[in-house]
Nanobody, 121 residues
């Protein structure tokens, strides 16, 4: 079994910064992809940023140049550094992992519980 735990959400003023962290735990030898999604009230969940092993990071157009995703494959962690935050960035942010290889089993996809980011003055 694999679990994802996010942290780092909270209230921040427009123009401010937050850093989200995601830790994957359980039977893990490697993870092919880690990503951050978000879902604002009344909206569908959308991809914010993702990192696939051996590839460059990909970002949604709405966050490009402001957000940075990084991974530590040795620690099974992913972070999302969010700068120049706007009110429209307010959402629940979810960590996602795909292509998990374990000693006992492989898992296709796992989601975290989400962490709320509120950008407001």
């Amino acid at each position: 079994q694999v679990q994802l735990a996010e942290s780092g959400g909270g209230l921040v003023q427009p123009g401010g910064s937050l850093r989200l962290s995601c830790v994957a735990s359980g039977d893990i030898l490697d993870i092919r992809l880690m990503a951050w999604y978000r879902q604002a009230p009344g909206n569908q969940r959308e991809l914010v940023a993702q990192l696939v092993n051996g590839e460059s990071a990909q970002y949604s157009d709405s966050v490009k140049g402001r957000f940075t995703i990084s991974r530590d494959r040795t620690k099974n962690t992913a972070t999302l550094q969010m700068n120049s935050l706007k009110s429209e960035d307010t959402a629940v942010y979810y960590c996602n992992a795909e292509g998990i290889i374990g000693r006992r089993a492989n898992i296709g996809e796992v989601w975290g519980q989400g962490t709320l980011v509120t950008v407001s003055s």
